[in-house]
């Protein structure tokens, strides 16, 4: 007679554990933005364009962006020790990192969010 023992059968949380694991081991993280902008300034719109296009070239479907607007939203600035804008906060994966500027140095940007590899190191 089989043994129709629970036991053996993997539970829901164990494959769900499983698959994050394996997309984290294939570089398929998942990535939090949040964008910090002074209005619609020049910086401020080629900052917006800048990470829509990198998202969008090289996340797509793995990444949440939340632009947030200082002059509408000082305390939020002030909180999260906003001191320049426009400003790219990498919250998730871990660890978090800011840059600021207006993100147009893209090949230093993907190499820094560690999205491809430094294209500066040398290739010995």
Do not use: W
Not at 19 to 27: H, I, S
Not at 75 to 82: D, G, L, V, W
Not at 96 to 115: M, N, P, V, W, Y
Request: charged share 20%; hydrophobic share 35%; aromatic share 6%.
């Amino acid at each position: 007679m089989p043994n129709h023992n629970n036991s053996d059968k993997p539970k829901p949380q164990d494959s769900k554990l499983a698959f994050d694991k394996a997309l984290l081991e294939l570089g398929h993280e998942h990535y939090t933005f949040k964008l910090y902008i002074a209005g619609m300034s020049r910086n401020s719109q080629q900052a917006i364009n800048n990470i829509q296009l990198i998202c969008e070239t090289h996340l797509q479907g793995r990444y949440n962006l939340e632009i947030i607007d200082i002059y509408q939203q000082a305390t939020i600035a002030k909180q999260k020790q906003i001191i320049a804008a426009p400003t790219l906060v990498k919250e998730l994966p871990l660890p978090a990192r800011k840059f600021i500027g207006d993100l147009s140095h893209t090949k230093q940007l993907l190499a820094e969010l560690k999205i491809i590899s430094n294209p500066f190191q040398s290739k010995e």
